[in-house]
């Protein structure tokens, strides 16, 4: 079956950096684009950013935005979120997500999340 496995998150400081790493398996990862959103506690689901099947084109939320930079290996089966300049705000589970449609809304396959808590 299709399995999405994130891994890289963890607590850092305010201005820290973090990569978060997402390795898929059970479907062609060349395929499908990638994205990553995130969810704070009480909150919505929120975008933050999405690439390409091919890598060459991402999108990103104005609060990702010269912040975070997504990248892919599609050798490896593995998607990437730099991360940089952390905030408190950016405190989440971040997911990971794929799908055959590039910046679709509603992406057929989830990663479990993984936590990322930024202190001030």
């Known amino acids: 079956q299709v399995q999405l496995v994130e891994s890289g998150g963890g607590l850092v400081q305010a201005g820290d950096s973090l990569r978060l790493s997402c390795k898929a398996s059970g479907l062609d990862f060349s395929s499908h684009a990638m994205g990553w959103f995130r969810q704070a506690p009480g909150k919505e689901r929120e975008f933050v950013a999405a690439i390409s099947q091919n890598g060459l084109t991402t999108y990103y939320s104005d609060s990702a935005k010269g912040r975070f930079v997504a990248d892919r290996d599609n050798a490896e089966n593995t998607g990437y979120l730099q991360m940089n300049s952390l905030n408190p705000d950016d405190t989440a589970v971040y997911y990971c997500?794929?799908?055959?449609?590039?910046?679709?809304?509603?992406?057929?396959?989830w990663g479990q999340g993984t936590q990322v808590t930024v202190s001030s």
């Open positions: 997500a794929a799908d055959l449609v590039y910046n679709s809304r509603n992406f057929a396959y």
